[in-house]
């Protein structure tokens, strides 16, 4: 698997960034970025999944976002940030390509088809954002769990992956308790199976019901932001 931000680029900007590329394995669980430390490196996600975590008090958490392989993680290097905003673990393994944060911004600077995917996928990390804490704040968690199967199929284009509880309760900002008490109650209702962190959705349509409007928000955003700016 590629990364589609790289494959929007042209095929010259692309071969200009490709020397500077160093592909890496991620293991799940791995922290990538610590809020308010320096950005060292960026990374273009092929076949991995990172969740960005809001972090509160040191130990409350909240995902803010997920990066696949239609985006990067430390977009904002590119609008002058050197230090994370977020804890970036690593919820899927696989692979990225890693670049240098000073190196990646140099190249930001002189590179308009670079730019323009950049800042168009921006747009989609902070709608995400918004949606996300709009969606915590009104919704009960049931709704907010079938939004995050929902959107973590999305990214990794597969009916099943693994997700444990534990890892849930820290992006939905709730007690492993909730977590098992949502999770049981959309397997009650025959749309997914989970044992063991083992997720398998069964009835799409019907998870998409039982989420909440900012799935389709946010998933609607993000296609209409990507496909201006992978043309």
């Known amino acids: 698997m590629t990364n589609q931000l790289l494959e929007a680029l042209p095929a010259a900007d692309l ?14 669980g ?10 060292r490196a960026i990374y273009f996600p092929h076949d991995s999944l990172i969740s960005l975590l809001g972090v509160a008090e040191g130990r409350m958490t909240l995902e803010v976002g997920l990066v696949g392989r239609e985006g990067m993680l430390g977009a ?7 230090l994370a905003q977020v804890r970036a673990v690593v919820q899927r393994a696989g692979t990225a390509s890693r670049m240098d944060s000073a190196r990646f911004r140099a190249q930001f600077a002189s590179n308009p088809a670079l730019q323009r995917v950049l800042y168009r996928y921006t747009d989609t990390l902070l709608a995400q954002a918004i949606q996300i804490a709009v ?17 973590t199929r999305d990214r990794l284009q597969s009916d099943k ?21 949502a999770a049981s109650a959309l397997q009650q209702q ?10 398998e959705i069964l009835d799409v349509a ?26």
Do not use: W
């Open 135 to 151: 969606c915590s704040r009104f919704h009960v968690l049931e709704a907010r769990l079938a939004r995050s199967l929902l959107v």
């Open 30 to 39: 791995e922290v990538l970025f610590e809020p308010r430390e320096p950005i």
């Open 15 to 28: 071969a200009r960034l490709l020397p500077m590329l160093e592909l890496v394995k991620v293991e799940v």
């Open 190 to 199: 025959g749309l997914i199976i989970y044992s063991r962190g083992n997720i």
């Open 161 to 181: 992956f693994h997700l444990t509880h534990e890892f849930l309760a820290h992006a939905l900002g709730v007690r492993r308790v909730g977590v098992t008490k």
């Open 206 to 231: 019907g998870l998409v019901a039982a989420s909440c409007k900012c799935y389709e928000i946010v998933k609607e955003a993000g296609e209409a932001a990507l496909s201006t700016a992978f043309i």
């Open 76 to 82: 904002t290097v590119a609008l002058g940030h050197e």
